[in-house]
């Protein structure tokens, strides 16, 4: 089930959006644009797609089956550590599959070389854009990629000064991707 997903999010370290400068000489930046005038990428949107044509795939298993319901909580999961055992079988698997997703694009985005100011720009509405789908899901962002799609929208140079209160690891992942790590 998860495997749609995974083959969108394996793209991720080399598009070439990442590595794309802002407008021509004499052009408007799209750096000073606001951020409903990017669209998110293809890949993300090919992910938001499946994932939304989940809950009528696991339709059958929407009421509470007890056996069924038994068996996936002593089962292992990817991403279901912190899933509460009280939910149907659908809401589970799909919340397995949102944590699994959240922990995969920023292990695939941590992959990433560098980012333009541009491409920080971008990669902040794509994570937006995939927090949007997953709340419609009921599964919000993971923590650590809600922290690193709001520190992807801070200017570089207050990144450093309004970084506290986020996890020292994503922190660390948005300063080298934005390549402002020991200047």
């Not at 495997?3 to 930046?29: D, M, N, Y």
């Not at 794509?126 to 801070?154: K, M, N, Q, T």
């Amino acid at each position: 089930m998860f495997h749609p997903v995974s083959s969108q999010l394996e793209l991720v370290p080399g598009l070439e959006v990442w590595g794309a400068e802002s407008g021509s000489q004499g052009a408007l930046h799209t750096v000073d644009l606001p951020d409903f005038s990017f669209s998110p990428g293809e890949y993300i949107t090919c992910v938001g797609e499946y994932l939304m044509t989940l809950p009528q795939h696991l339709e059958p298993y929407m009421t509470s089956n007890t056996p069924l319901s038994r068996a996936f909580r002593q089962a292992v999961f990817p991403g279901s550590s912190s899933l509460g055992s009280s939910q149907s079988p659908a809401d589970f698997l799909l919340g397995c599959i949102s944590a699994s997703t959240c922990s995969s694009y920023l292990s695939y985005i941590s992959s990433i070389p560098r980012l333009t100011p541009t491409s920080c720009r971008q990669l902040a509405v794509d994570i937006s854009y995939l927090g949007d789908i997953l709340d419609d899901l009921g599964h919000p962002l993971s923590p650590e990629l809600s922290s690193a799609g709001a520190l992807l929208r801070l200017p570089a140079e207050s990144l450093a000064s309004e970084s506290s209160g986020h996890p020292g690891r994503v922190v660390a992942i948005v300063t080298r991707l934005r390549g402002l790590g020991s200047e």
